[in-house]
């Protein structure tokens, strides 16, 4: 598959998404193609989860390398399984039908702009309420959902994720306890 120019990922891209995720998020979502495709969304993603991994190295942990592989992956991998969930609660509960790519986009730019923030310690108490509004902004004015809709695909994901983890708790409990032991 060929790459266009418009489907390319530049540091001039990523400056141009931030100003328009922190000045007008709405008219972005609004204004971004329809084919957006996977590359610039996670170009950005990576760019901001490199910057937040850094960041997030500032302060002193056990094991760095570590620690660096654990935020990376998770910087990374939670917009597409938060996208994933999205995308799944949608065709279950809302007729409208919205490319993967397209809401993957919607989750890569609001998780990257936040990220930019994220890494200072209790900043998440801001930073992710933000990212739920940004996403919120990107499902309703880039996926053209209507508030209702959005309400519930972003509560439905939010509910799906918090219950997901929540059911990890006694393996988490359980591997905790053998480093007690060691």
């Known amino acids: ?8 990922f530049s540091l ?5 998404v931030l100003t328009g995720m922190l000045g007008a998020p709405g008219r972005f979502f609004k204004e971004l ?3 957006t495709g996977y590359r610039r969304p996670f170009g950005f993603l990576l760019v901001s989860s490199l910057f937040f991994t850094g960041a997030g190295l500032t302060q002193v942990h056990e094991r760095p390398l570590l620690m660096a592989g654990i935020l ?3 910087a990374i991998g939670m917009p597409f399984v938060t996208a994933g969930v999205s995308f799944m609660a949608m065709t279950m509960f809302i007729e409208k039908r919205v490319p993967f790519q397209r809401i993957f986009a919607v989750y890569a730019f609001s998780s990257g702009v936040t990220m930019l923030a994220s890494w200072i310690p209790l900043f998440t108490w801001i930073t992710e309420p933000w990212k739920w509004v940004m996403v919120s902004i990107g499902m309703a004015s880039g996926c053209g959902l209507n508030w209702k809709q959005t309400a519930l695909v972003i509560g439905v994901s939010i509910l799906i994720i918090v219950l997901f983890f929540w059911s990890l708790t006694p393996v988490i409990l359980w591997t905790s306890s053998l480093r007690l032991f060691q």
């Open 72 to 74: 990376l992956v998770n």
């Open 12 to 16: 001039g891209f990523y400056m141009h």
């Open 1 to 8: 598959m060929e790459t266009t120019e418009a489907d390319k």
């Open 33 to 35: 193609p329809d084919e």
